[in-house]
């Protein structure tokens, strides 16, 4: 059965993309179905300008509209000659999840590769060192800016097309659990790479793992005491050997073949030690990158957030930029800002990454109390949550993390996170978020004093306006209105009552109310006010009565205070 022809696009009119067209063309596996680039002045269409053309039966077709890529099917490769971040940012777009990027570095030694490799003949130790230098050159020359996940391909790809294997598999070690999962694969189903957890000690890789040795197979693993549910019963030769850095076993490479014919020699394991050396470095390095750029990010948003916070904006619009900020910073991210509000004992929705919240009621009506939900479990246990989903696509992690923000001994809230991504939460994004975290809750922490100063400071000039009002009103039925209504309006009750004792009789007499004009809720009310009034009688001092939402649904807090004259 014919080996089905791999569609390939290239964006990049310039030199170094048309330098791959010759070594594309050449090979009968492989089709050029589209050449892409905005740049009119690019060398291709300047070469056009001149008479020069792509020959009619290459069957290619050249645009500058980079948008042809996301309306043309069935492309398994897109080689990017152009590396800027601009380009970068439309291949993160849905349309090419699934497919294949590489850098022209890349692609130049993966065709290289299968321009050697024939049927007839097997690769040689030279050839191995030839590949071995060109991967190394690739590596050097990337530095720090190419996806880990291309080269981690090229290097599986190398692994498997120069050994002549049919199956193969970069497997690294996740921390939350220790084993050992599926970073990239080939020749396996996804369901299958989704599945694969593998315990270190336990079968061909969690021995290497553990041991830090390699391991060549040759007949069924089996029969050679490494039996694992994930080992095709059809595997006849299998290699596996570990990736190192800094004398640390990190992963693991595994390449088998089920031809009873072919069987891999010690040359190839060889070869393929010396390959989890350059697999090893690529990580290394992405990690290292990785780090710096987090520490970058880190320290331009602590100079920034303070300043967003404390700007004469409202306090959503701050979290909202910061929302936002994160988003750009950590990839895949969804972001979202809760403020504990400790009046109501909830948890409100005051910021979002997302553009719009209105199928979510808005800001400020999403609110959730202590241990309801994640968020408001985090909240009342005061520990970070994070769960990774363990069912995730092959190309697809899925974080969500719930973050209490603590500031000054106390909860102001939760910063919460989802994140949909290939590399899911990496170790440098987890550390930010969390460092982010207590300098955000320290920020709204100062804001809220400052509000709470600011309260006060109203509070106390209303008191004083009231007064001077109070003392010119000669109307005693006014007055008794403006008495009841001014301290509830400062404080902000949405009712009030006030009482004076009658000359006569113990009883004292309603003079005037605020915000009981529901009967409902009047008829609610007054027995509470009838209990917290007694009990001020009986102490001679202020009252506050609490109560919980499920046993007052309408009442949640009275303020009880008693107007004394000449010790009565």
């Given at each position: 059965m014919a080996e089905a022809v791999k569609n390939i696009a290239i964006i990049g009119a310039n030199k170094e993309g048309l330098k791959l067209l010759p070594l594309l063309l050449g090979d009968a596996k492989s089709?050029?179905?589209?050449?892409?680039?905005?740049?009119?002045?690019?060398?291709?269409?300047?070469?056009?300008?001149?008479?020069?053309v792509l020959s009619s039966k290459f069957g290619i077709k050249v645009t500058n509209d980079l948008g042809t890529l996301k309306k043309t099917k069935d492309i398994h490769t897109i080689i990017n000659a152009l590396g800027d971040i601009e380009t970068e940012k439309f291949l993160e777009a849905p349309e090419f999840r699934d497919i294949e990027k590489l850098a022209p570095l890349s692609a130049r030694l993966l065709w290289g590769v299968a321009a050697k490799v024939q049927p007839s003949r097997a690769m040689n130790a030279g050839d191995h060192a030839q590949l071995l230098n060109s991967l190394h050159e690739i590596v050097d020359a990337v530095r720090l800016t190419v996806d880990r996940k291309e080269l981690l391909s090229v290097v599986l790809k190398l692994a498997t097309e120069s050994t002549g294997a049919e199956r193969g598999s970069i497997m690294l070690i996740e921390r939350e659990d220790g084993q050992l999962r599926v970073e990239i694969a080939k020749g396996m189903d996804d369901e299958v790479i989704r599945k694969i957890r593998v315990p270190l000690g336990v079968g061909i890789s969690g021995k290497v793992a553990?041991?830090?040795?390699?391991?060549?197979?040759?007949?069924?693993?089996?029969e050679s005491g490494f039996s694992i549910p994930s080992i095709r019963a059809d595997v006849k030769s299998a290699m596996c050997v570990p990736l190192i850095v800094n004398r640390e076993v990190i992963g693991v490479i595994n390449v088998s073949s089920n031809e009873s014919a072919h069987t891999f020699t010690q040359d190839d394991l060889n070869f393929l030690t010396s390959l989890s050396i350059q697999a090893a470095e690529v990580i290394q390095r992405s990690n290292e990158y990785e780090k710096l750029r987090v520490d970058a990010a880190k320290f331009t948003f602590w100079k920034e957030i303070d300043s967003i916070i404390s700007s004469p904006q409202l306090i959503d619009k701050s979290l909202a930029v910061v929302a936002k900020r994160l988003q750009q910073v950590v990839p895949g991210l969804t972001c979202f800002i809760y403020i504990y509000d400790a009046n109501m004992s909830k948890l409100f929705l005051r910021a979002a990454s997302i553009k719009d919240v209105k199928g979510m009621g808005g800001y400020g009506f999403?609110?959730?109390?202590?241990?309801?939900g994640m968020e408001g479990a985090g909240l009342e246990s005061g520990k970070d949550i994070i769960l990774v989903d363990r069912t995730?696509?092959?190309?697809?992690?899925?974080?969500?993390?719930?973050?209490?923000?603590?500031?000054?001994g106390?909860?102001?809230?939760?910063?919460c996170g989802h994140i949909v991504c290939a590399r899911g939460l990496s170790v440098y994004h987890e550390s930010f978020l969390k460092e982010i975290r207590t300098l955000l809750a320290e920020s709204i922490y100062k804001y809220k004093q400052n509000e709470e100063e600011k309260s006060r400071s109203r509070e106390m000039f209303a008191v004083d306006e009231a007064g001077i009002e109070m003392t010119a009103i000669k109307d005693r039925k006014m007055l008794m209105t403006v008495i009841a209504t001014t301290p509830a309006a400062i404080i902000g009750a949405e009712g009030s009552i006030l009482r004076f004792k009658q000359d006569?009789?113990?009883?004292?007499?309603?003079?005037?109310?605020?915000g009981l004009d529901d009967r409902q809720i009047r008829e609610y009310f007054l027995p509470f006010e009838k209990d917290t009034v007694l009990e001020v009688l009986r102490k001679k001092a202020p009252v506050v009565r609490e109560f919980s939402e499920e046993t007052s649904p309408y009442i949640r807090s009275i303020l009880s205070f008693p107007l004394m004259c000449g010790g009565s």
């Open positions: 089709k050029v179905i589209l050449i892409a680039d905005s740049n009119k002045e690019a060398m291709l269409f300047k070469l056009k300008e001149l008479g020069y553990k041991e830090g040795k390699p391991i060549i197979i040759s007949g069924r693993a089996e999403l609110s959730l109390r202590k241990g309801e995730e696509e092959a190309n697809t992690k899925r974080v969500y993390l719930s973050l209490p923000m603590i500031a000054g106390v909860h102001v809230g939760t910063l006569e009789a113990r009883k004292y007499q309603m003079e005037a109310t605020y």
